[in-house]
């Protein structure tokens, strides 16, 4: 069983939609990370949290340390969107920077 | 902005071929890491390095060695590539210190070993 574990693994909305993708992890943590990656290109985080909640333009990202969850919604959702997401954890008491990445969950957008 | 390049885009070897990935970091990290990604498995590491000669096996090693002669240069190389070694590469870096940092990946190199 992969320590950080995603769903759904793919997901097609309507374009205006609300989004949510889940991330739960059986390790302890120093923080979750929210990755974008557009198809052939390079990841970009989108955000890095501890606990609590972020916000950054239409994504939310949340965090449940005790449920060991996490959330990233995006509100309003646009074909640009479409890109796979991933969730990655930074373990409790390891190498700093190392981090355990789930497999992905691919968007699709549709207009 | 932090910048990471790779070297290629996309490149295509015969196996038994000796191949080098370089990766440049632009913003002074003492961290750099070589990933690779496969459909389903998401992102494994392969080595990093946490400081010029420094390096530490990640989770897959095996067919490949690392290379940090300087601070902003680290390259993985493929002694002898195999068809299984087909994937996309991905190099990342993040300075050292804190409990956590952000990574900065470059735009990844596809690989296709023939």
């Known amino acids: 069983k992969n320590e950080v574990e995603q769903s759904p693994q793919n997901l097609t909305a309507q374009e205006g939609e609300f989004i949510t993708i889940n991330c739960s992890y059986s390790?302890?943590?120093?923080?979750l990370h929210w990755l974008q990656q557009h198809p052939g290109g390079g990841i970009v985080s989108l955000f890095m949290?501890?606990?609590g909640k972020k916000k950054h333009g239409r994504l939310i990202a949340t965090i449940n340390i005790q449920e060991k969850h996490s959330s990233l919604h995006i509100t309003a959702s646009h074909p640009r969107d479409s890109a796979v997401y991933i969730c990655?954890?930074?373990?409790?008491?390891?190498?700093?920077?190392?981090?355990?990445f789930g497999t992905g969950t691919l968007l699709a957008v549709q207009p | 902005d932090v910048k990471v390049t790779q070297s290629s885009r996309y490149l295509v070897k015969r196996t038994g071929e000796k191949v080098f990935l370089e990766c440049v970091q632009d913003?002074?990290?003492?961290?750099m890491f070589w990933y690779r990604q496969d459909p389903g498995l998401g992102l494994r590491l392969i080595y990093f390095?946490?400081?010029?000669?420094?390096?530490e096996k990640g989770d897959i090693p095996e067919g490949y060695s690392v290379s940090r002669e300087k601070k902003e240069r680290f390259s993985l190389i493929l002694e002898s590539a195999s068809t299984n070694q087909t994937s996309m590469y991905l190099c990342?870096?993040?300075?050292?210190?804190?409990?956590?940092?952000?990574?900065?990946f470059g735009p990844g190199t596809r690989l296709t070993v023939l």
């Open positions: 990342a870096s993040s300075p050292l210190g804190g409990r956590y940092n952000e990574q900065f």
């Open positions: 390790v302890g943590i120093s923080a």
């Open positions: 949290l501890s606990s």
């Open positions: 990655a954890v930074n373990r409790d008491g390891g190498a700093t920077n190392k981090l355990i």
């Open positions: 913003m002074d990290h003492e961290n």
């Open positions: 390095s946490y400081d010029v000669k420094m390096k």
